[in-house]
């Protein structure tokens, strides 16, 4: 069976459409709104279309709608997709197929399309940096349109934020996990209705949470960098003040010191997520490295 999670709040416009082309798939599955404190009468429409409606009292984020949806789905295998109009859901068949051989499945927008430069510019920066981190090419990091097993996502529940940020997470706990990831090109519609992202706060608390969560799967990329900028810096200050005939090396003692102290915080930190993402996967063993 598959289940259809679609997270939504204030989507009136755009949900009954949505719901319908869902409904008209000829597939077994259950569709299942997660309503997040909408104030209009979204919920009203997705209980009269049928689908199975799970009411937030309070907004409390996509990302939690997300896990209430997962600990809801009856499905073995669960689709995401948002309510909004921007995702076809005709276009789910196509995910399940390829889901076969595969963990997840994520729908890679062209980000050229459907969104402001602002937006596209960002994205990219955030798709180079989360390549980074899991070390393979990830071409669409926020895409919100994805198939994965319910067994292969439930252990990652705890690391799921409550904010929009919970695609950048699933992602990079699947690749550092070592489950396989497959994208697989989809069109995108412009969002009906009112967006609920704040440009700004939004992409502050993005950048925020990213580097939390690349302490969290890959710390070493991040501290191995900041180990070798520091031990350069010291280096350089050190000929610098040969060269200048000054004889001042305090300065480059502490850079060279910083150096070691990150680059051992960086090897304790790896082998701690190593262990964490260990456990969450098999949680019976509790041990063991990746």
Not at 53 to 69: E, M, W
Not at 247 to 274: C, H, M
């Amino acid at each position: 069976m598959l289940s259809i999670v679609i997270p939504v709040r204030d989507e009136e416009e755009a949900i009954l459409e949505v719901l319908r082309k869902a409904a008209a798939l000829d597939l077994d599955h259950e569709i299942l709104v997660i309503d997040d404190g909408s104030r209009d009468k979204t919920a009203v429409i997705a209980e009269e279309s049928g689908a199975r409606v799970i009411r937030h009292p309070d907004p409390a984020g996509n990302g939690a709608a997300i896990k209430t949806g997962i600990r809801a789905a009856r499905g073995d295998v669960i689709v995401f997709m948002d309510g909004d109009g921007q995702h076809d859901p005709a276009e789910i068949p196509a995910l399940i197929e390829a889901l076969d051989g595969y963990d997840m499945v994520v729908g890679a927008r062209d980000l050229g399309t459907a969104s402001a430069p602002g937006r596209r510019w960002a994205n990219r920066f955030f798709n180079l940096f989360a390549s980074y981190l899991a070390g393979r090419h990830i071409p669409d990091l926020t895409s919100g349109f994805r198939a994965t097993r319910r067994e292969r996502v439930t252990p990652f529940l705890p690391l799921i934020p409550n904010s929009f940020s919970y695609t950048t997470t699933l992602t990079l706990s699947y690749l550092r996990a070592g489950y396989f990831v497959k994208y697989v090109p989809i069109s995108a519609s412009r969002r009906i209705g009112v967006s609920k992202v704040r440009p700004w706060l939004d992409a502050l608390r993005f950048v925020a949470i990213i580097l939390v969560t690349s302490t969290l799967h890959a710390p070493l990329r991040v501290f191995f960098p900041l180990s070798v900028l520091s031990f350069g810096l010291g280096t350089a200050y050190y000929f610098y003040t040969w060269m200048t005939d000054r004889g001042v090396l305090g300065f480059s003692i502490v850079l060279w010191t910083t150096s070691v102290i990150i680059l051992l915080l960086g090897l304790l930190s790896e082998q701690l997520a190593r262990l964490s993402l260990e456990r969450l996967r098999d949680p019976e063993k509790g041990s063991g490295l990746l």
